[in-house]
């Protein structure tokens, strides 16, 4: 038996304030960790759209994800709500259950129960990562209005020179 030390939900929205749900996800991946090495990845959310779990089709309403911004954690989390890996889904699966003061798993093998476990005693690490700066429509409308300026500007101080 694995012993899994660490487990790292990684996520991003657009959002940069209030509560973020399972709807305003644009990625959400779950890696379990073994001694630095990870041992399973589920990629639930790539590019806001919801991925199959063991080949099976999951909805955003089968996901539950809340984070908030003011207290800086993500107080529950639900990566299968209906459980739909159970009885079809291949390989290797889990369904992972938490909220800010425990994290639960059940573990599947082609669809079929392996076992489950829950953590309580755990810590909630969250780290902000800023995306790098991407171009929007309004900044660079603002930029060539900005250079309209300043070249009417300088129009204008040179009629005033002569």
Known sequence: MVLVDEAILNWSTN??????????????????NSGGSTIYTDNVIIGGSVQPIGGVTRSVGGLRFIYDFGSNTVTNYDNDIPVVQVGVATGTTYNFVGSSSIFSFAKYSDGSFVTSGADNSFTQNTTATPVPFE??????????????????????????AQ
């Open 15 to 32: 959002l940069t304030s209030g509560t973020v749900t399972q709807n305003d996800l644009t990625d959400w991946t779950i890696l379990l």
């Open 135 to 160: 171009m929007s429509l309004t900044l660079g409308l603002l930029m060539v209005g900005g250079i309209w300026g300043v070249n009417r500007l300088r129009k204008s101080r040179k009629s005033l």
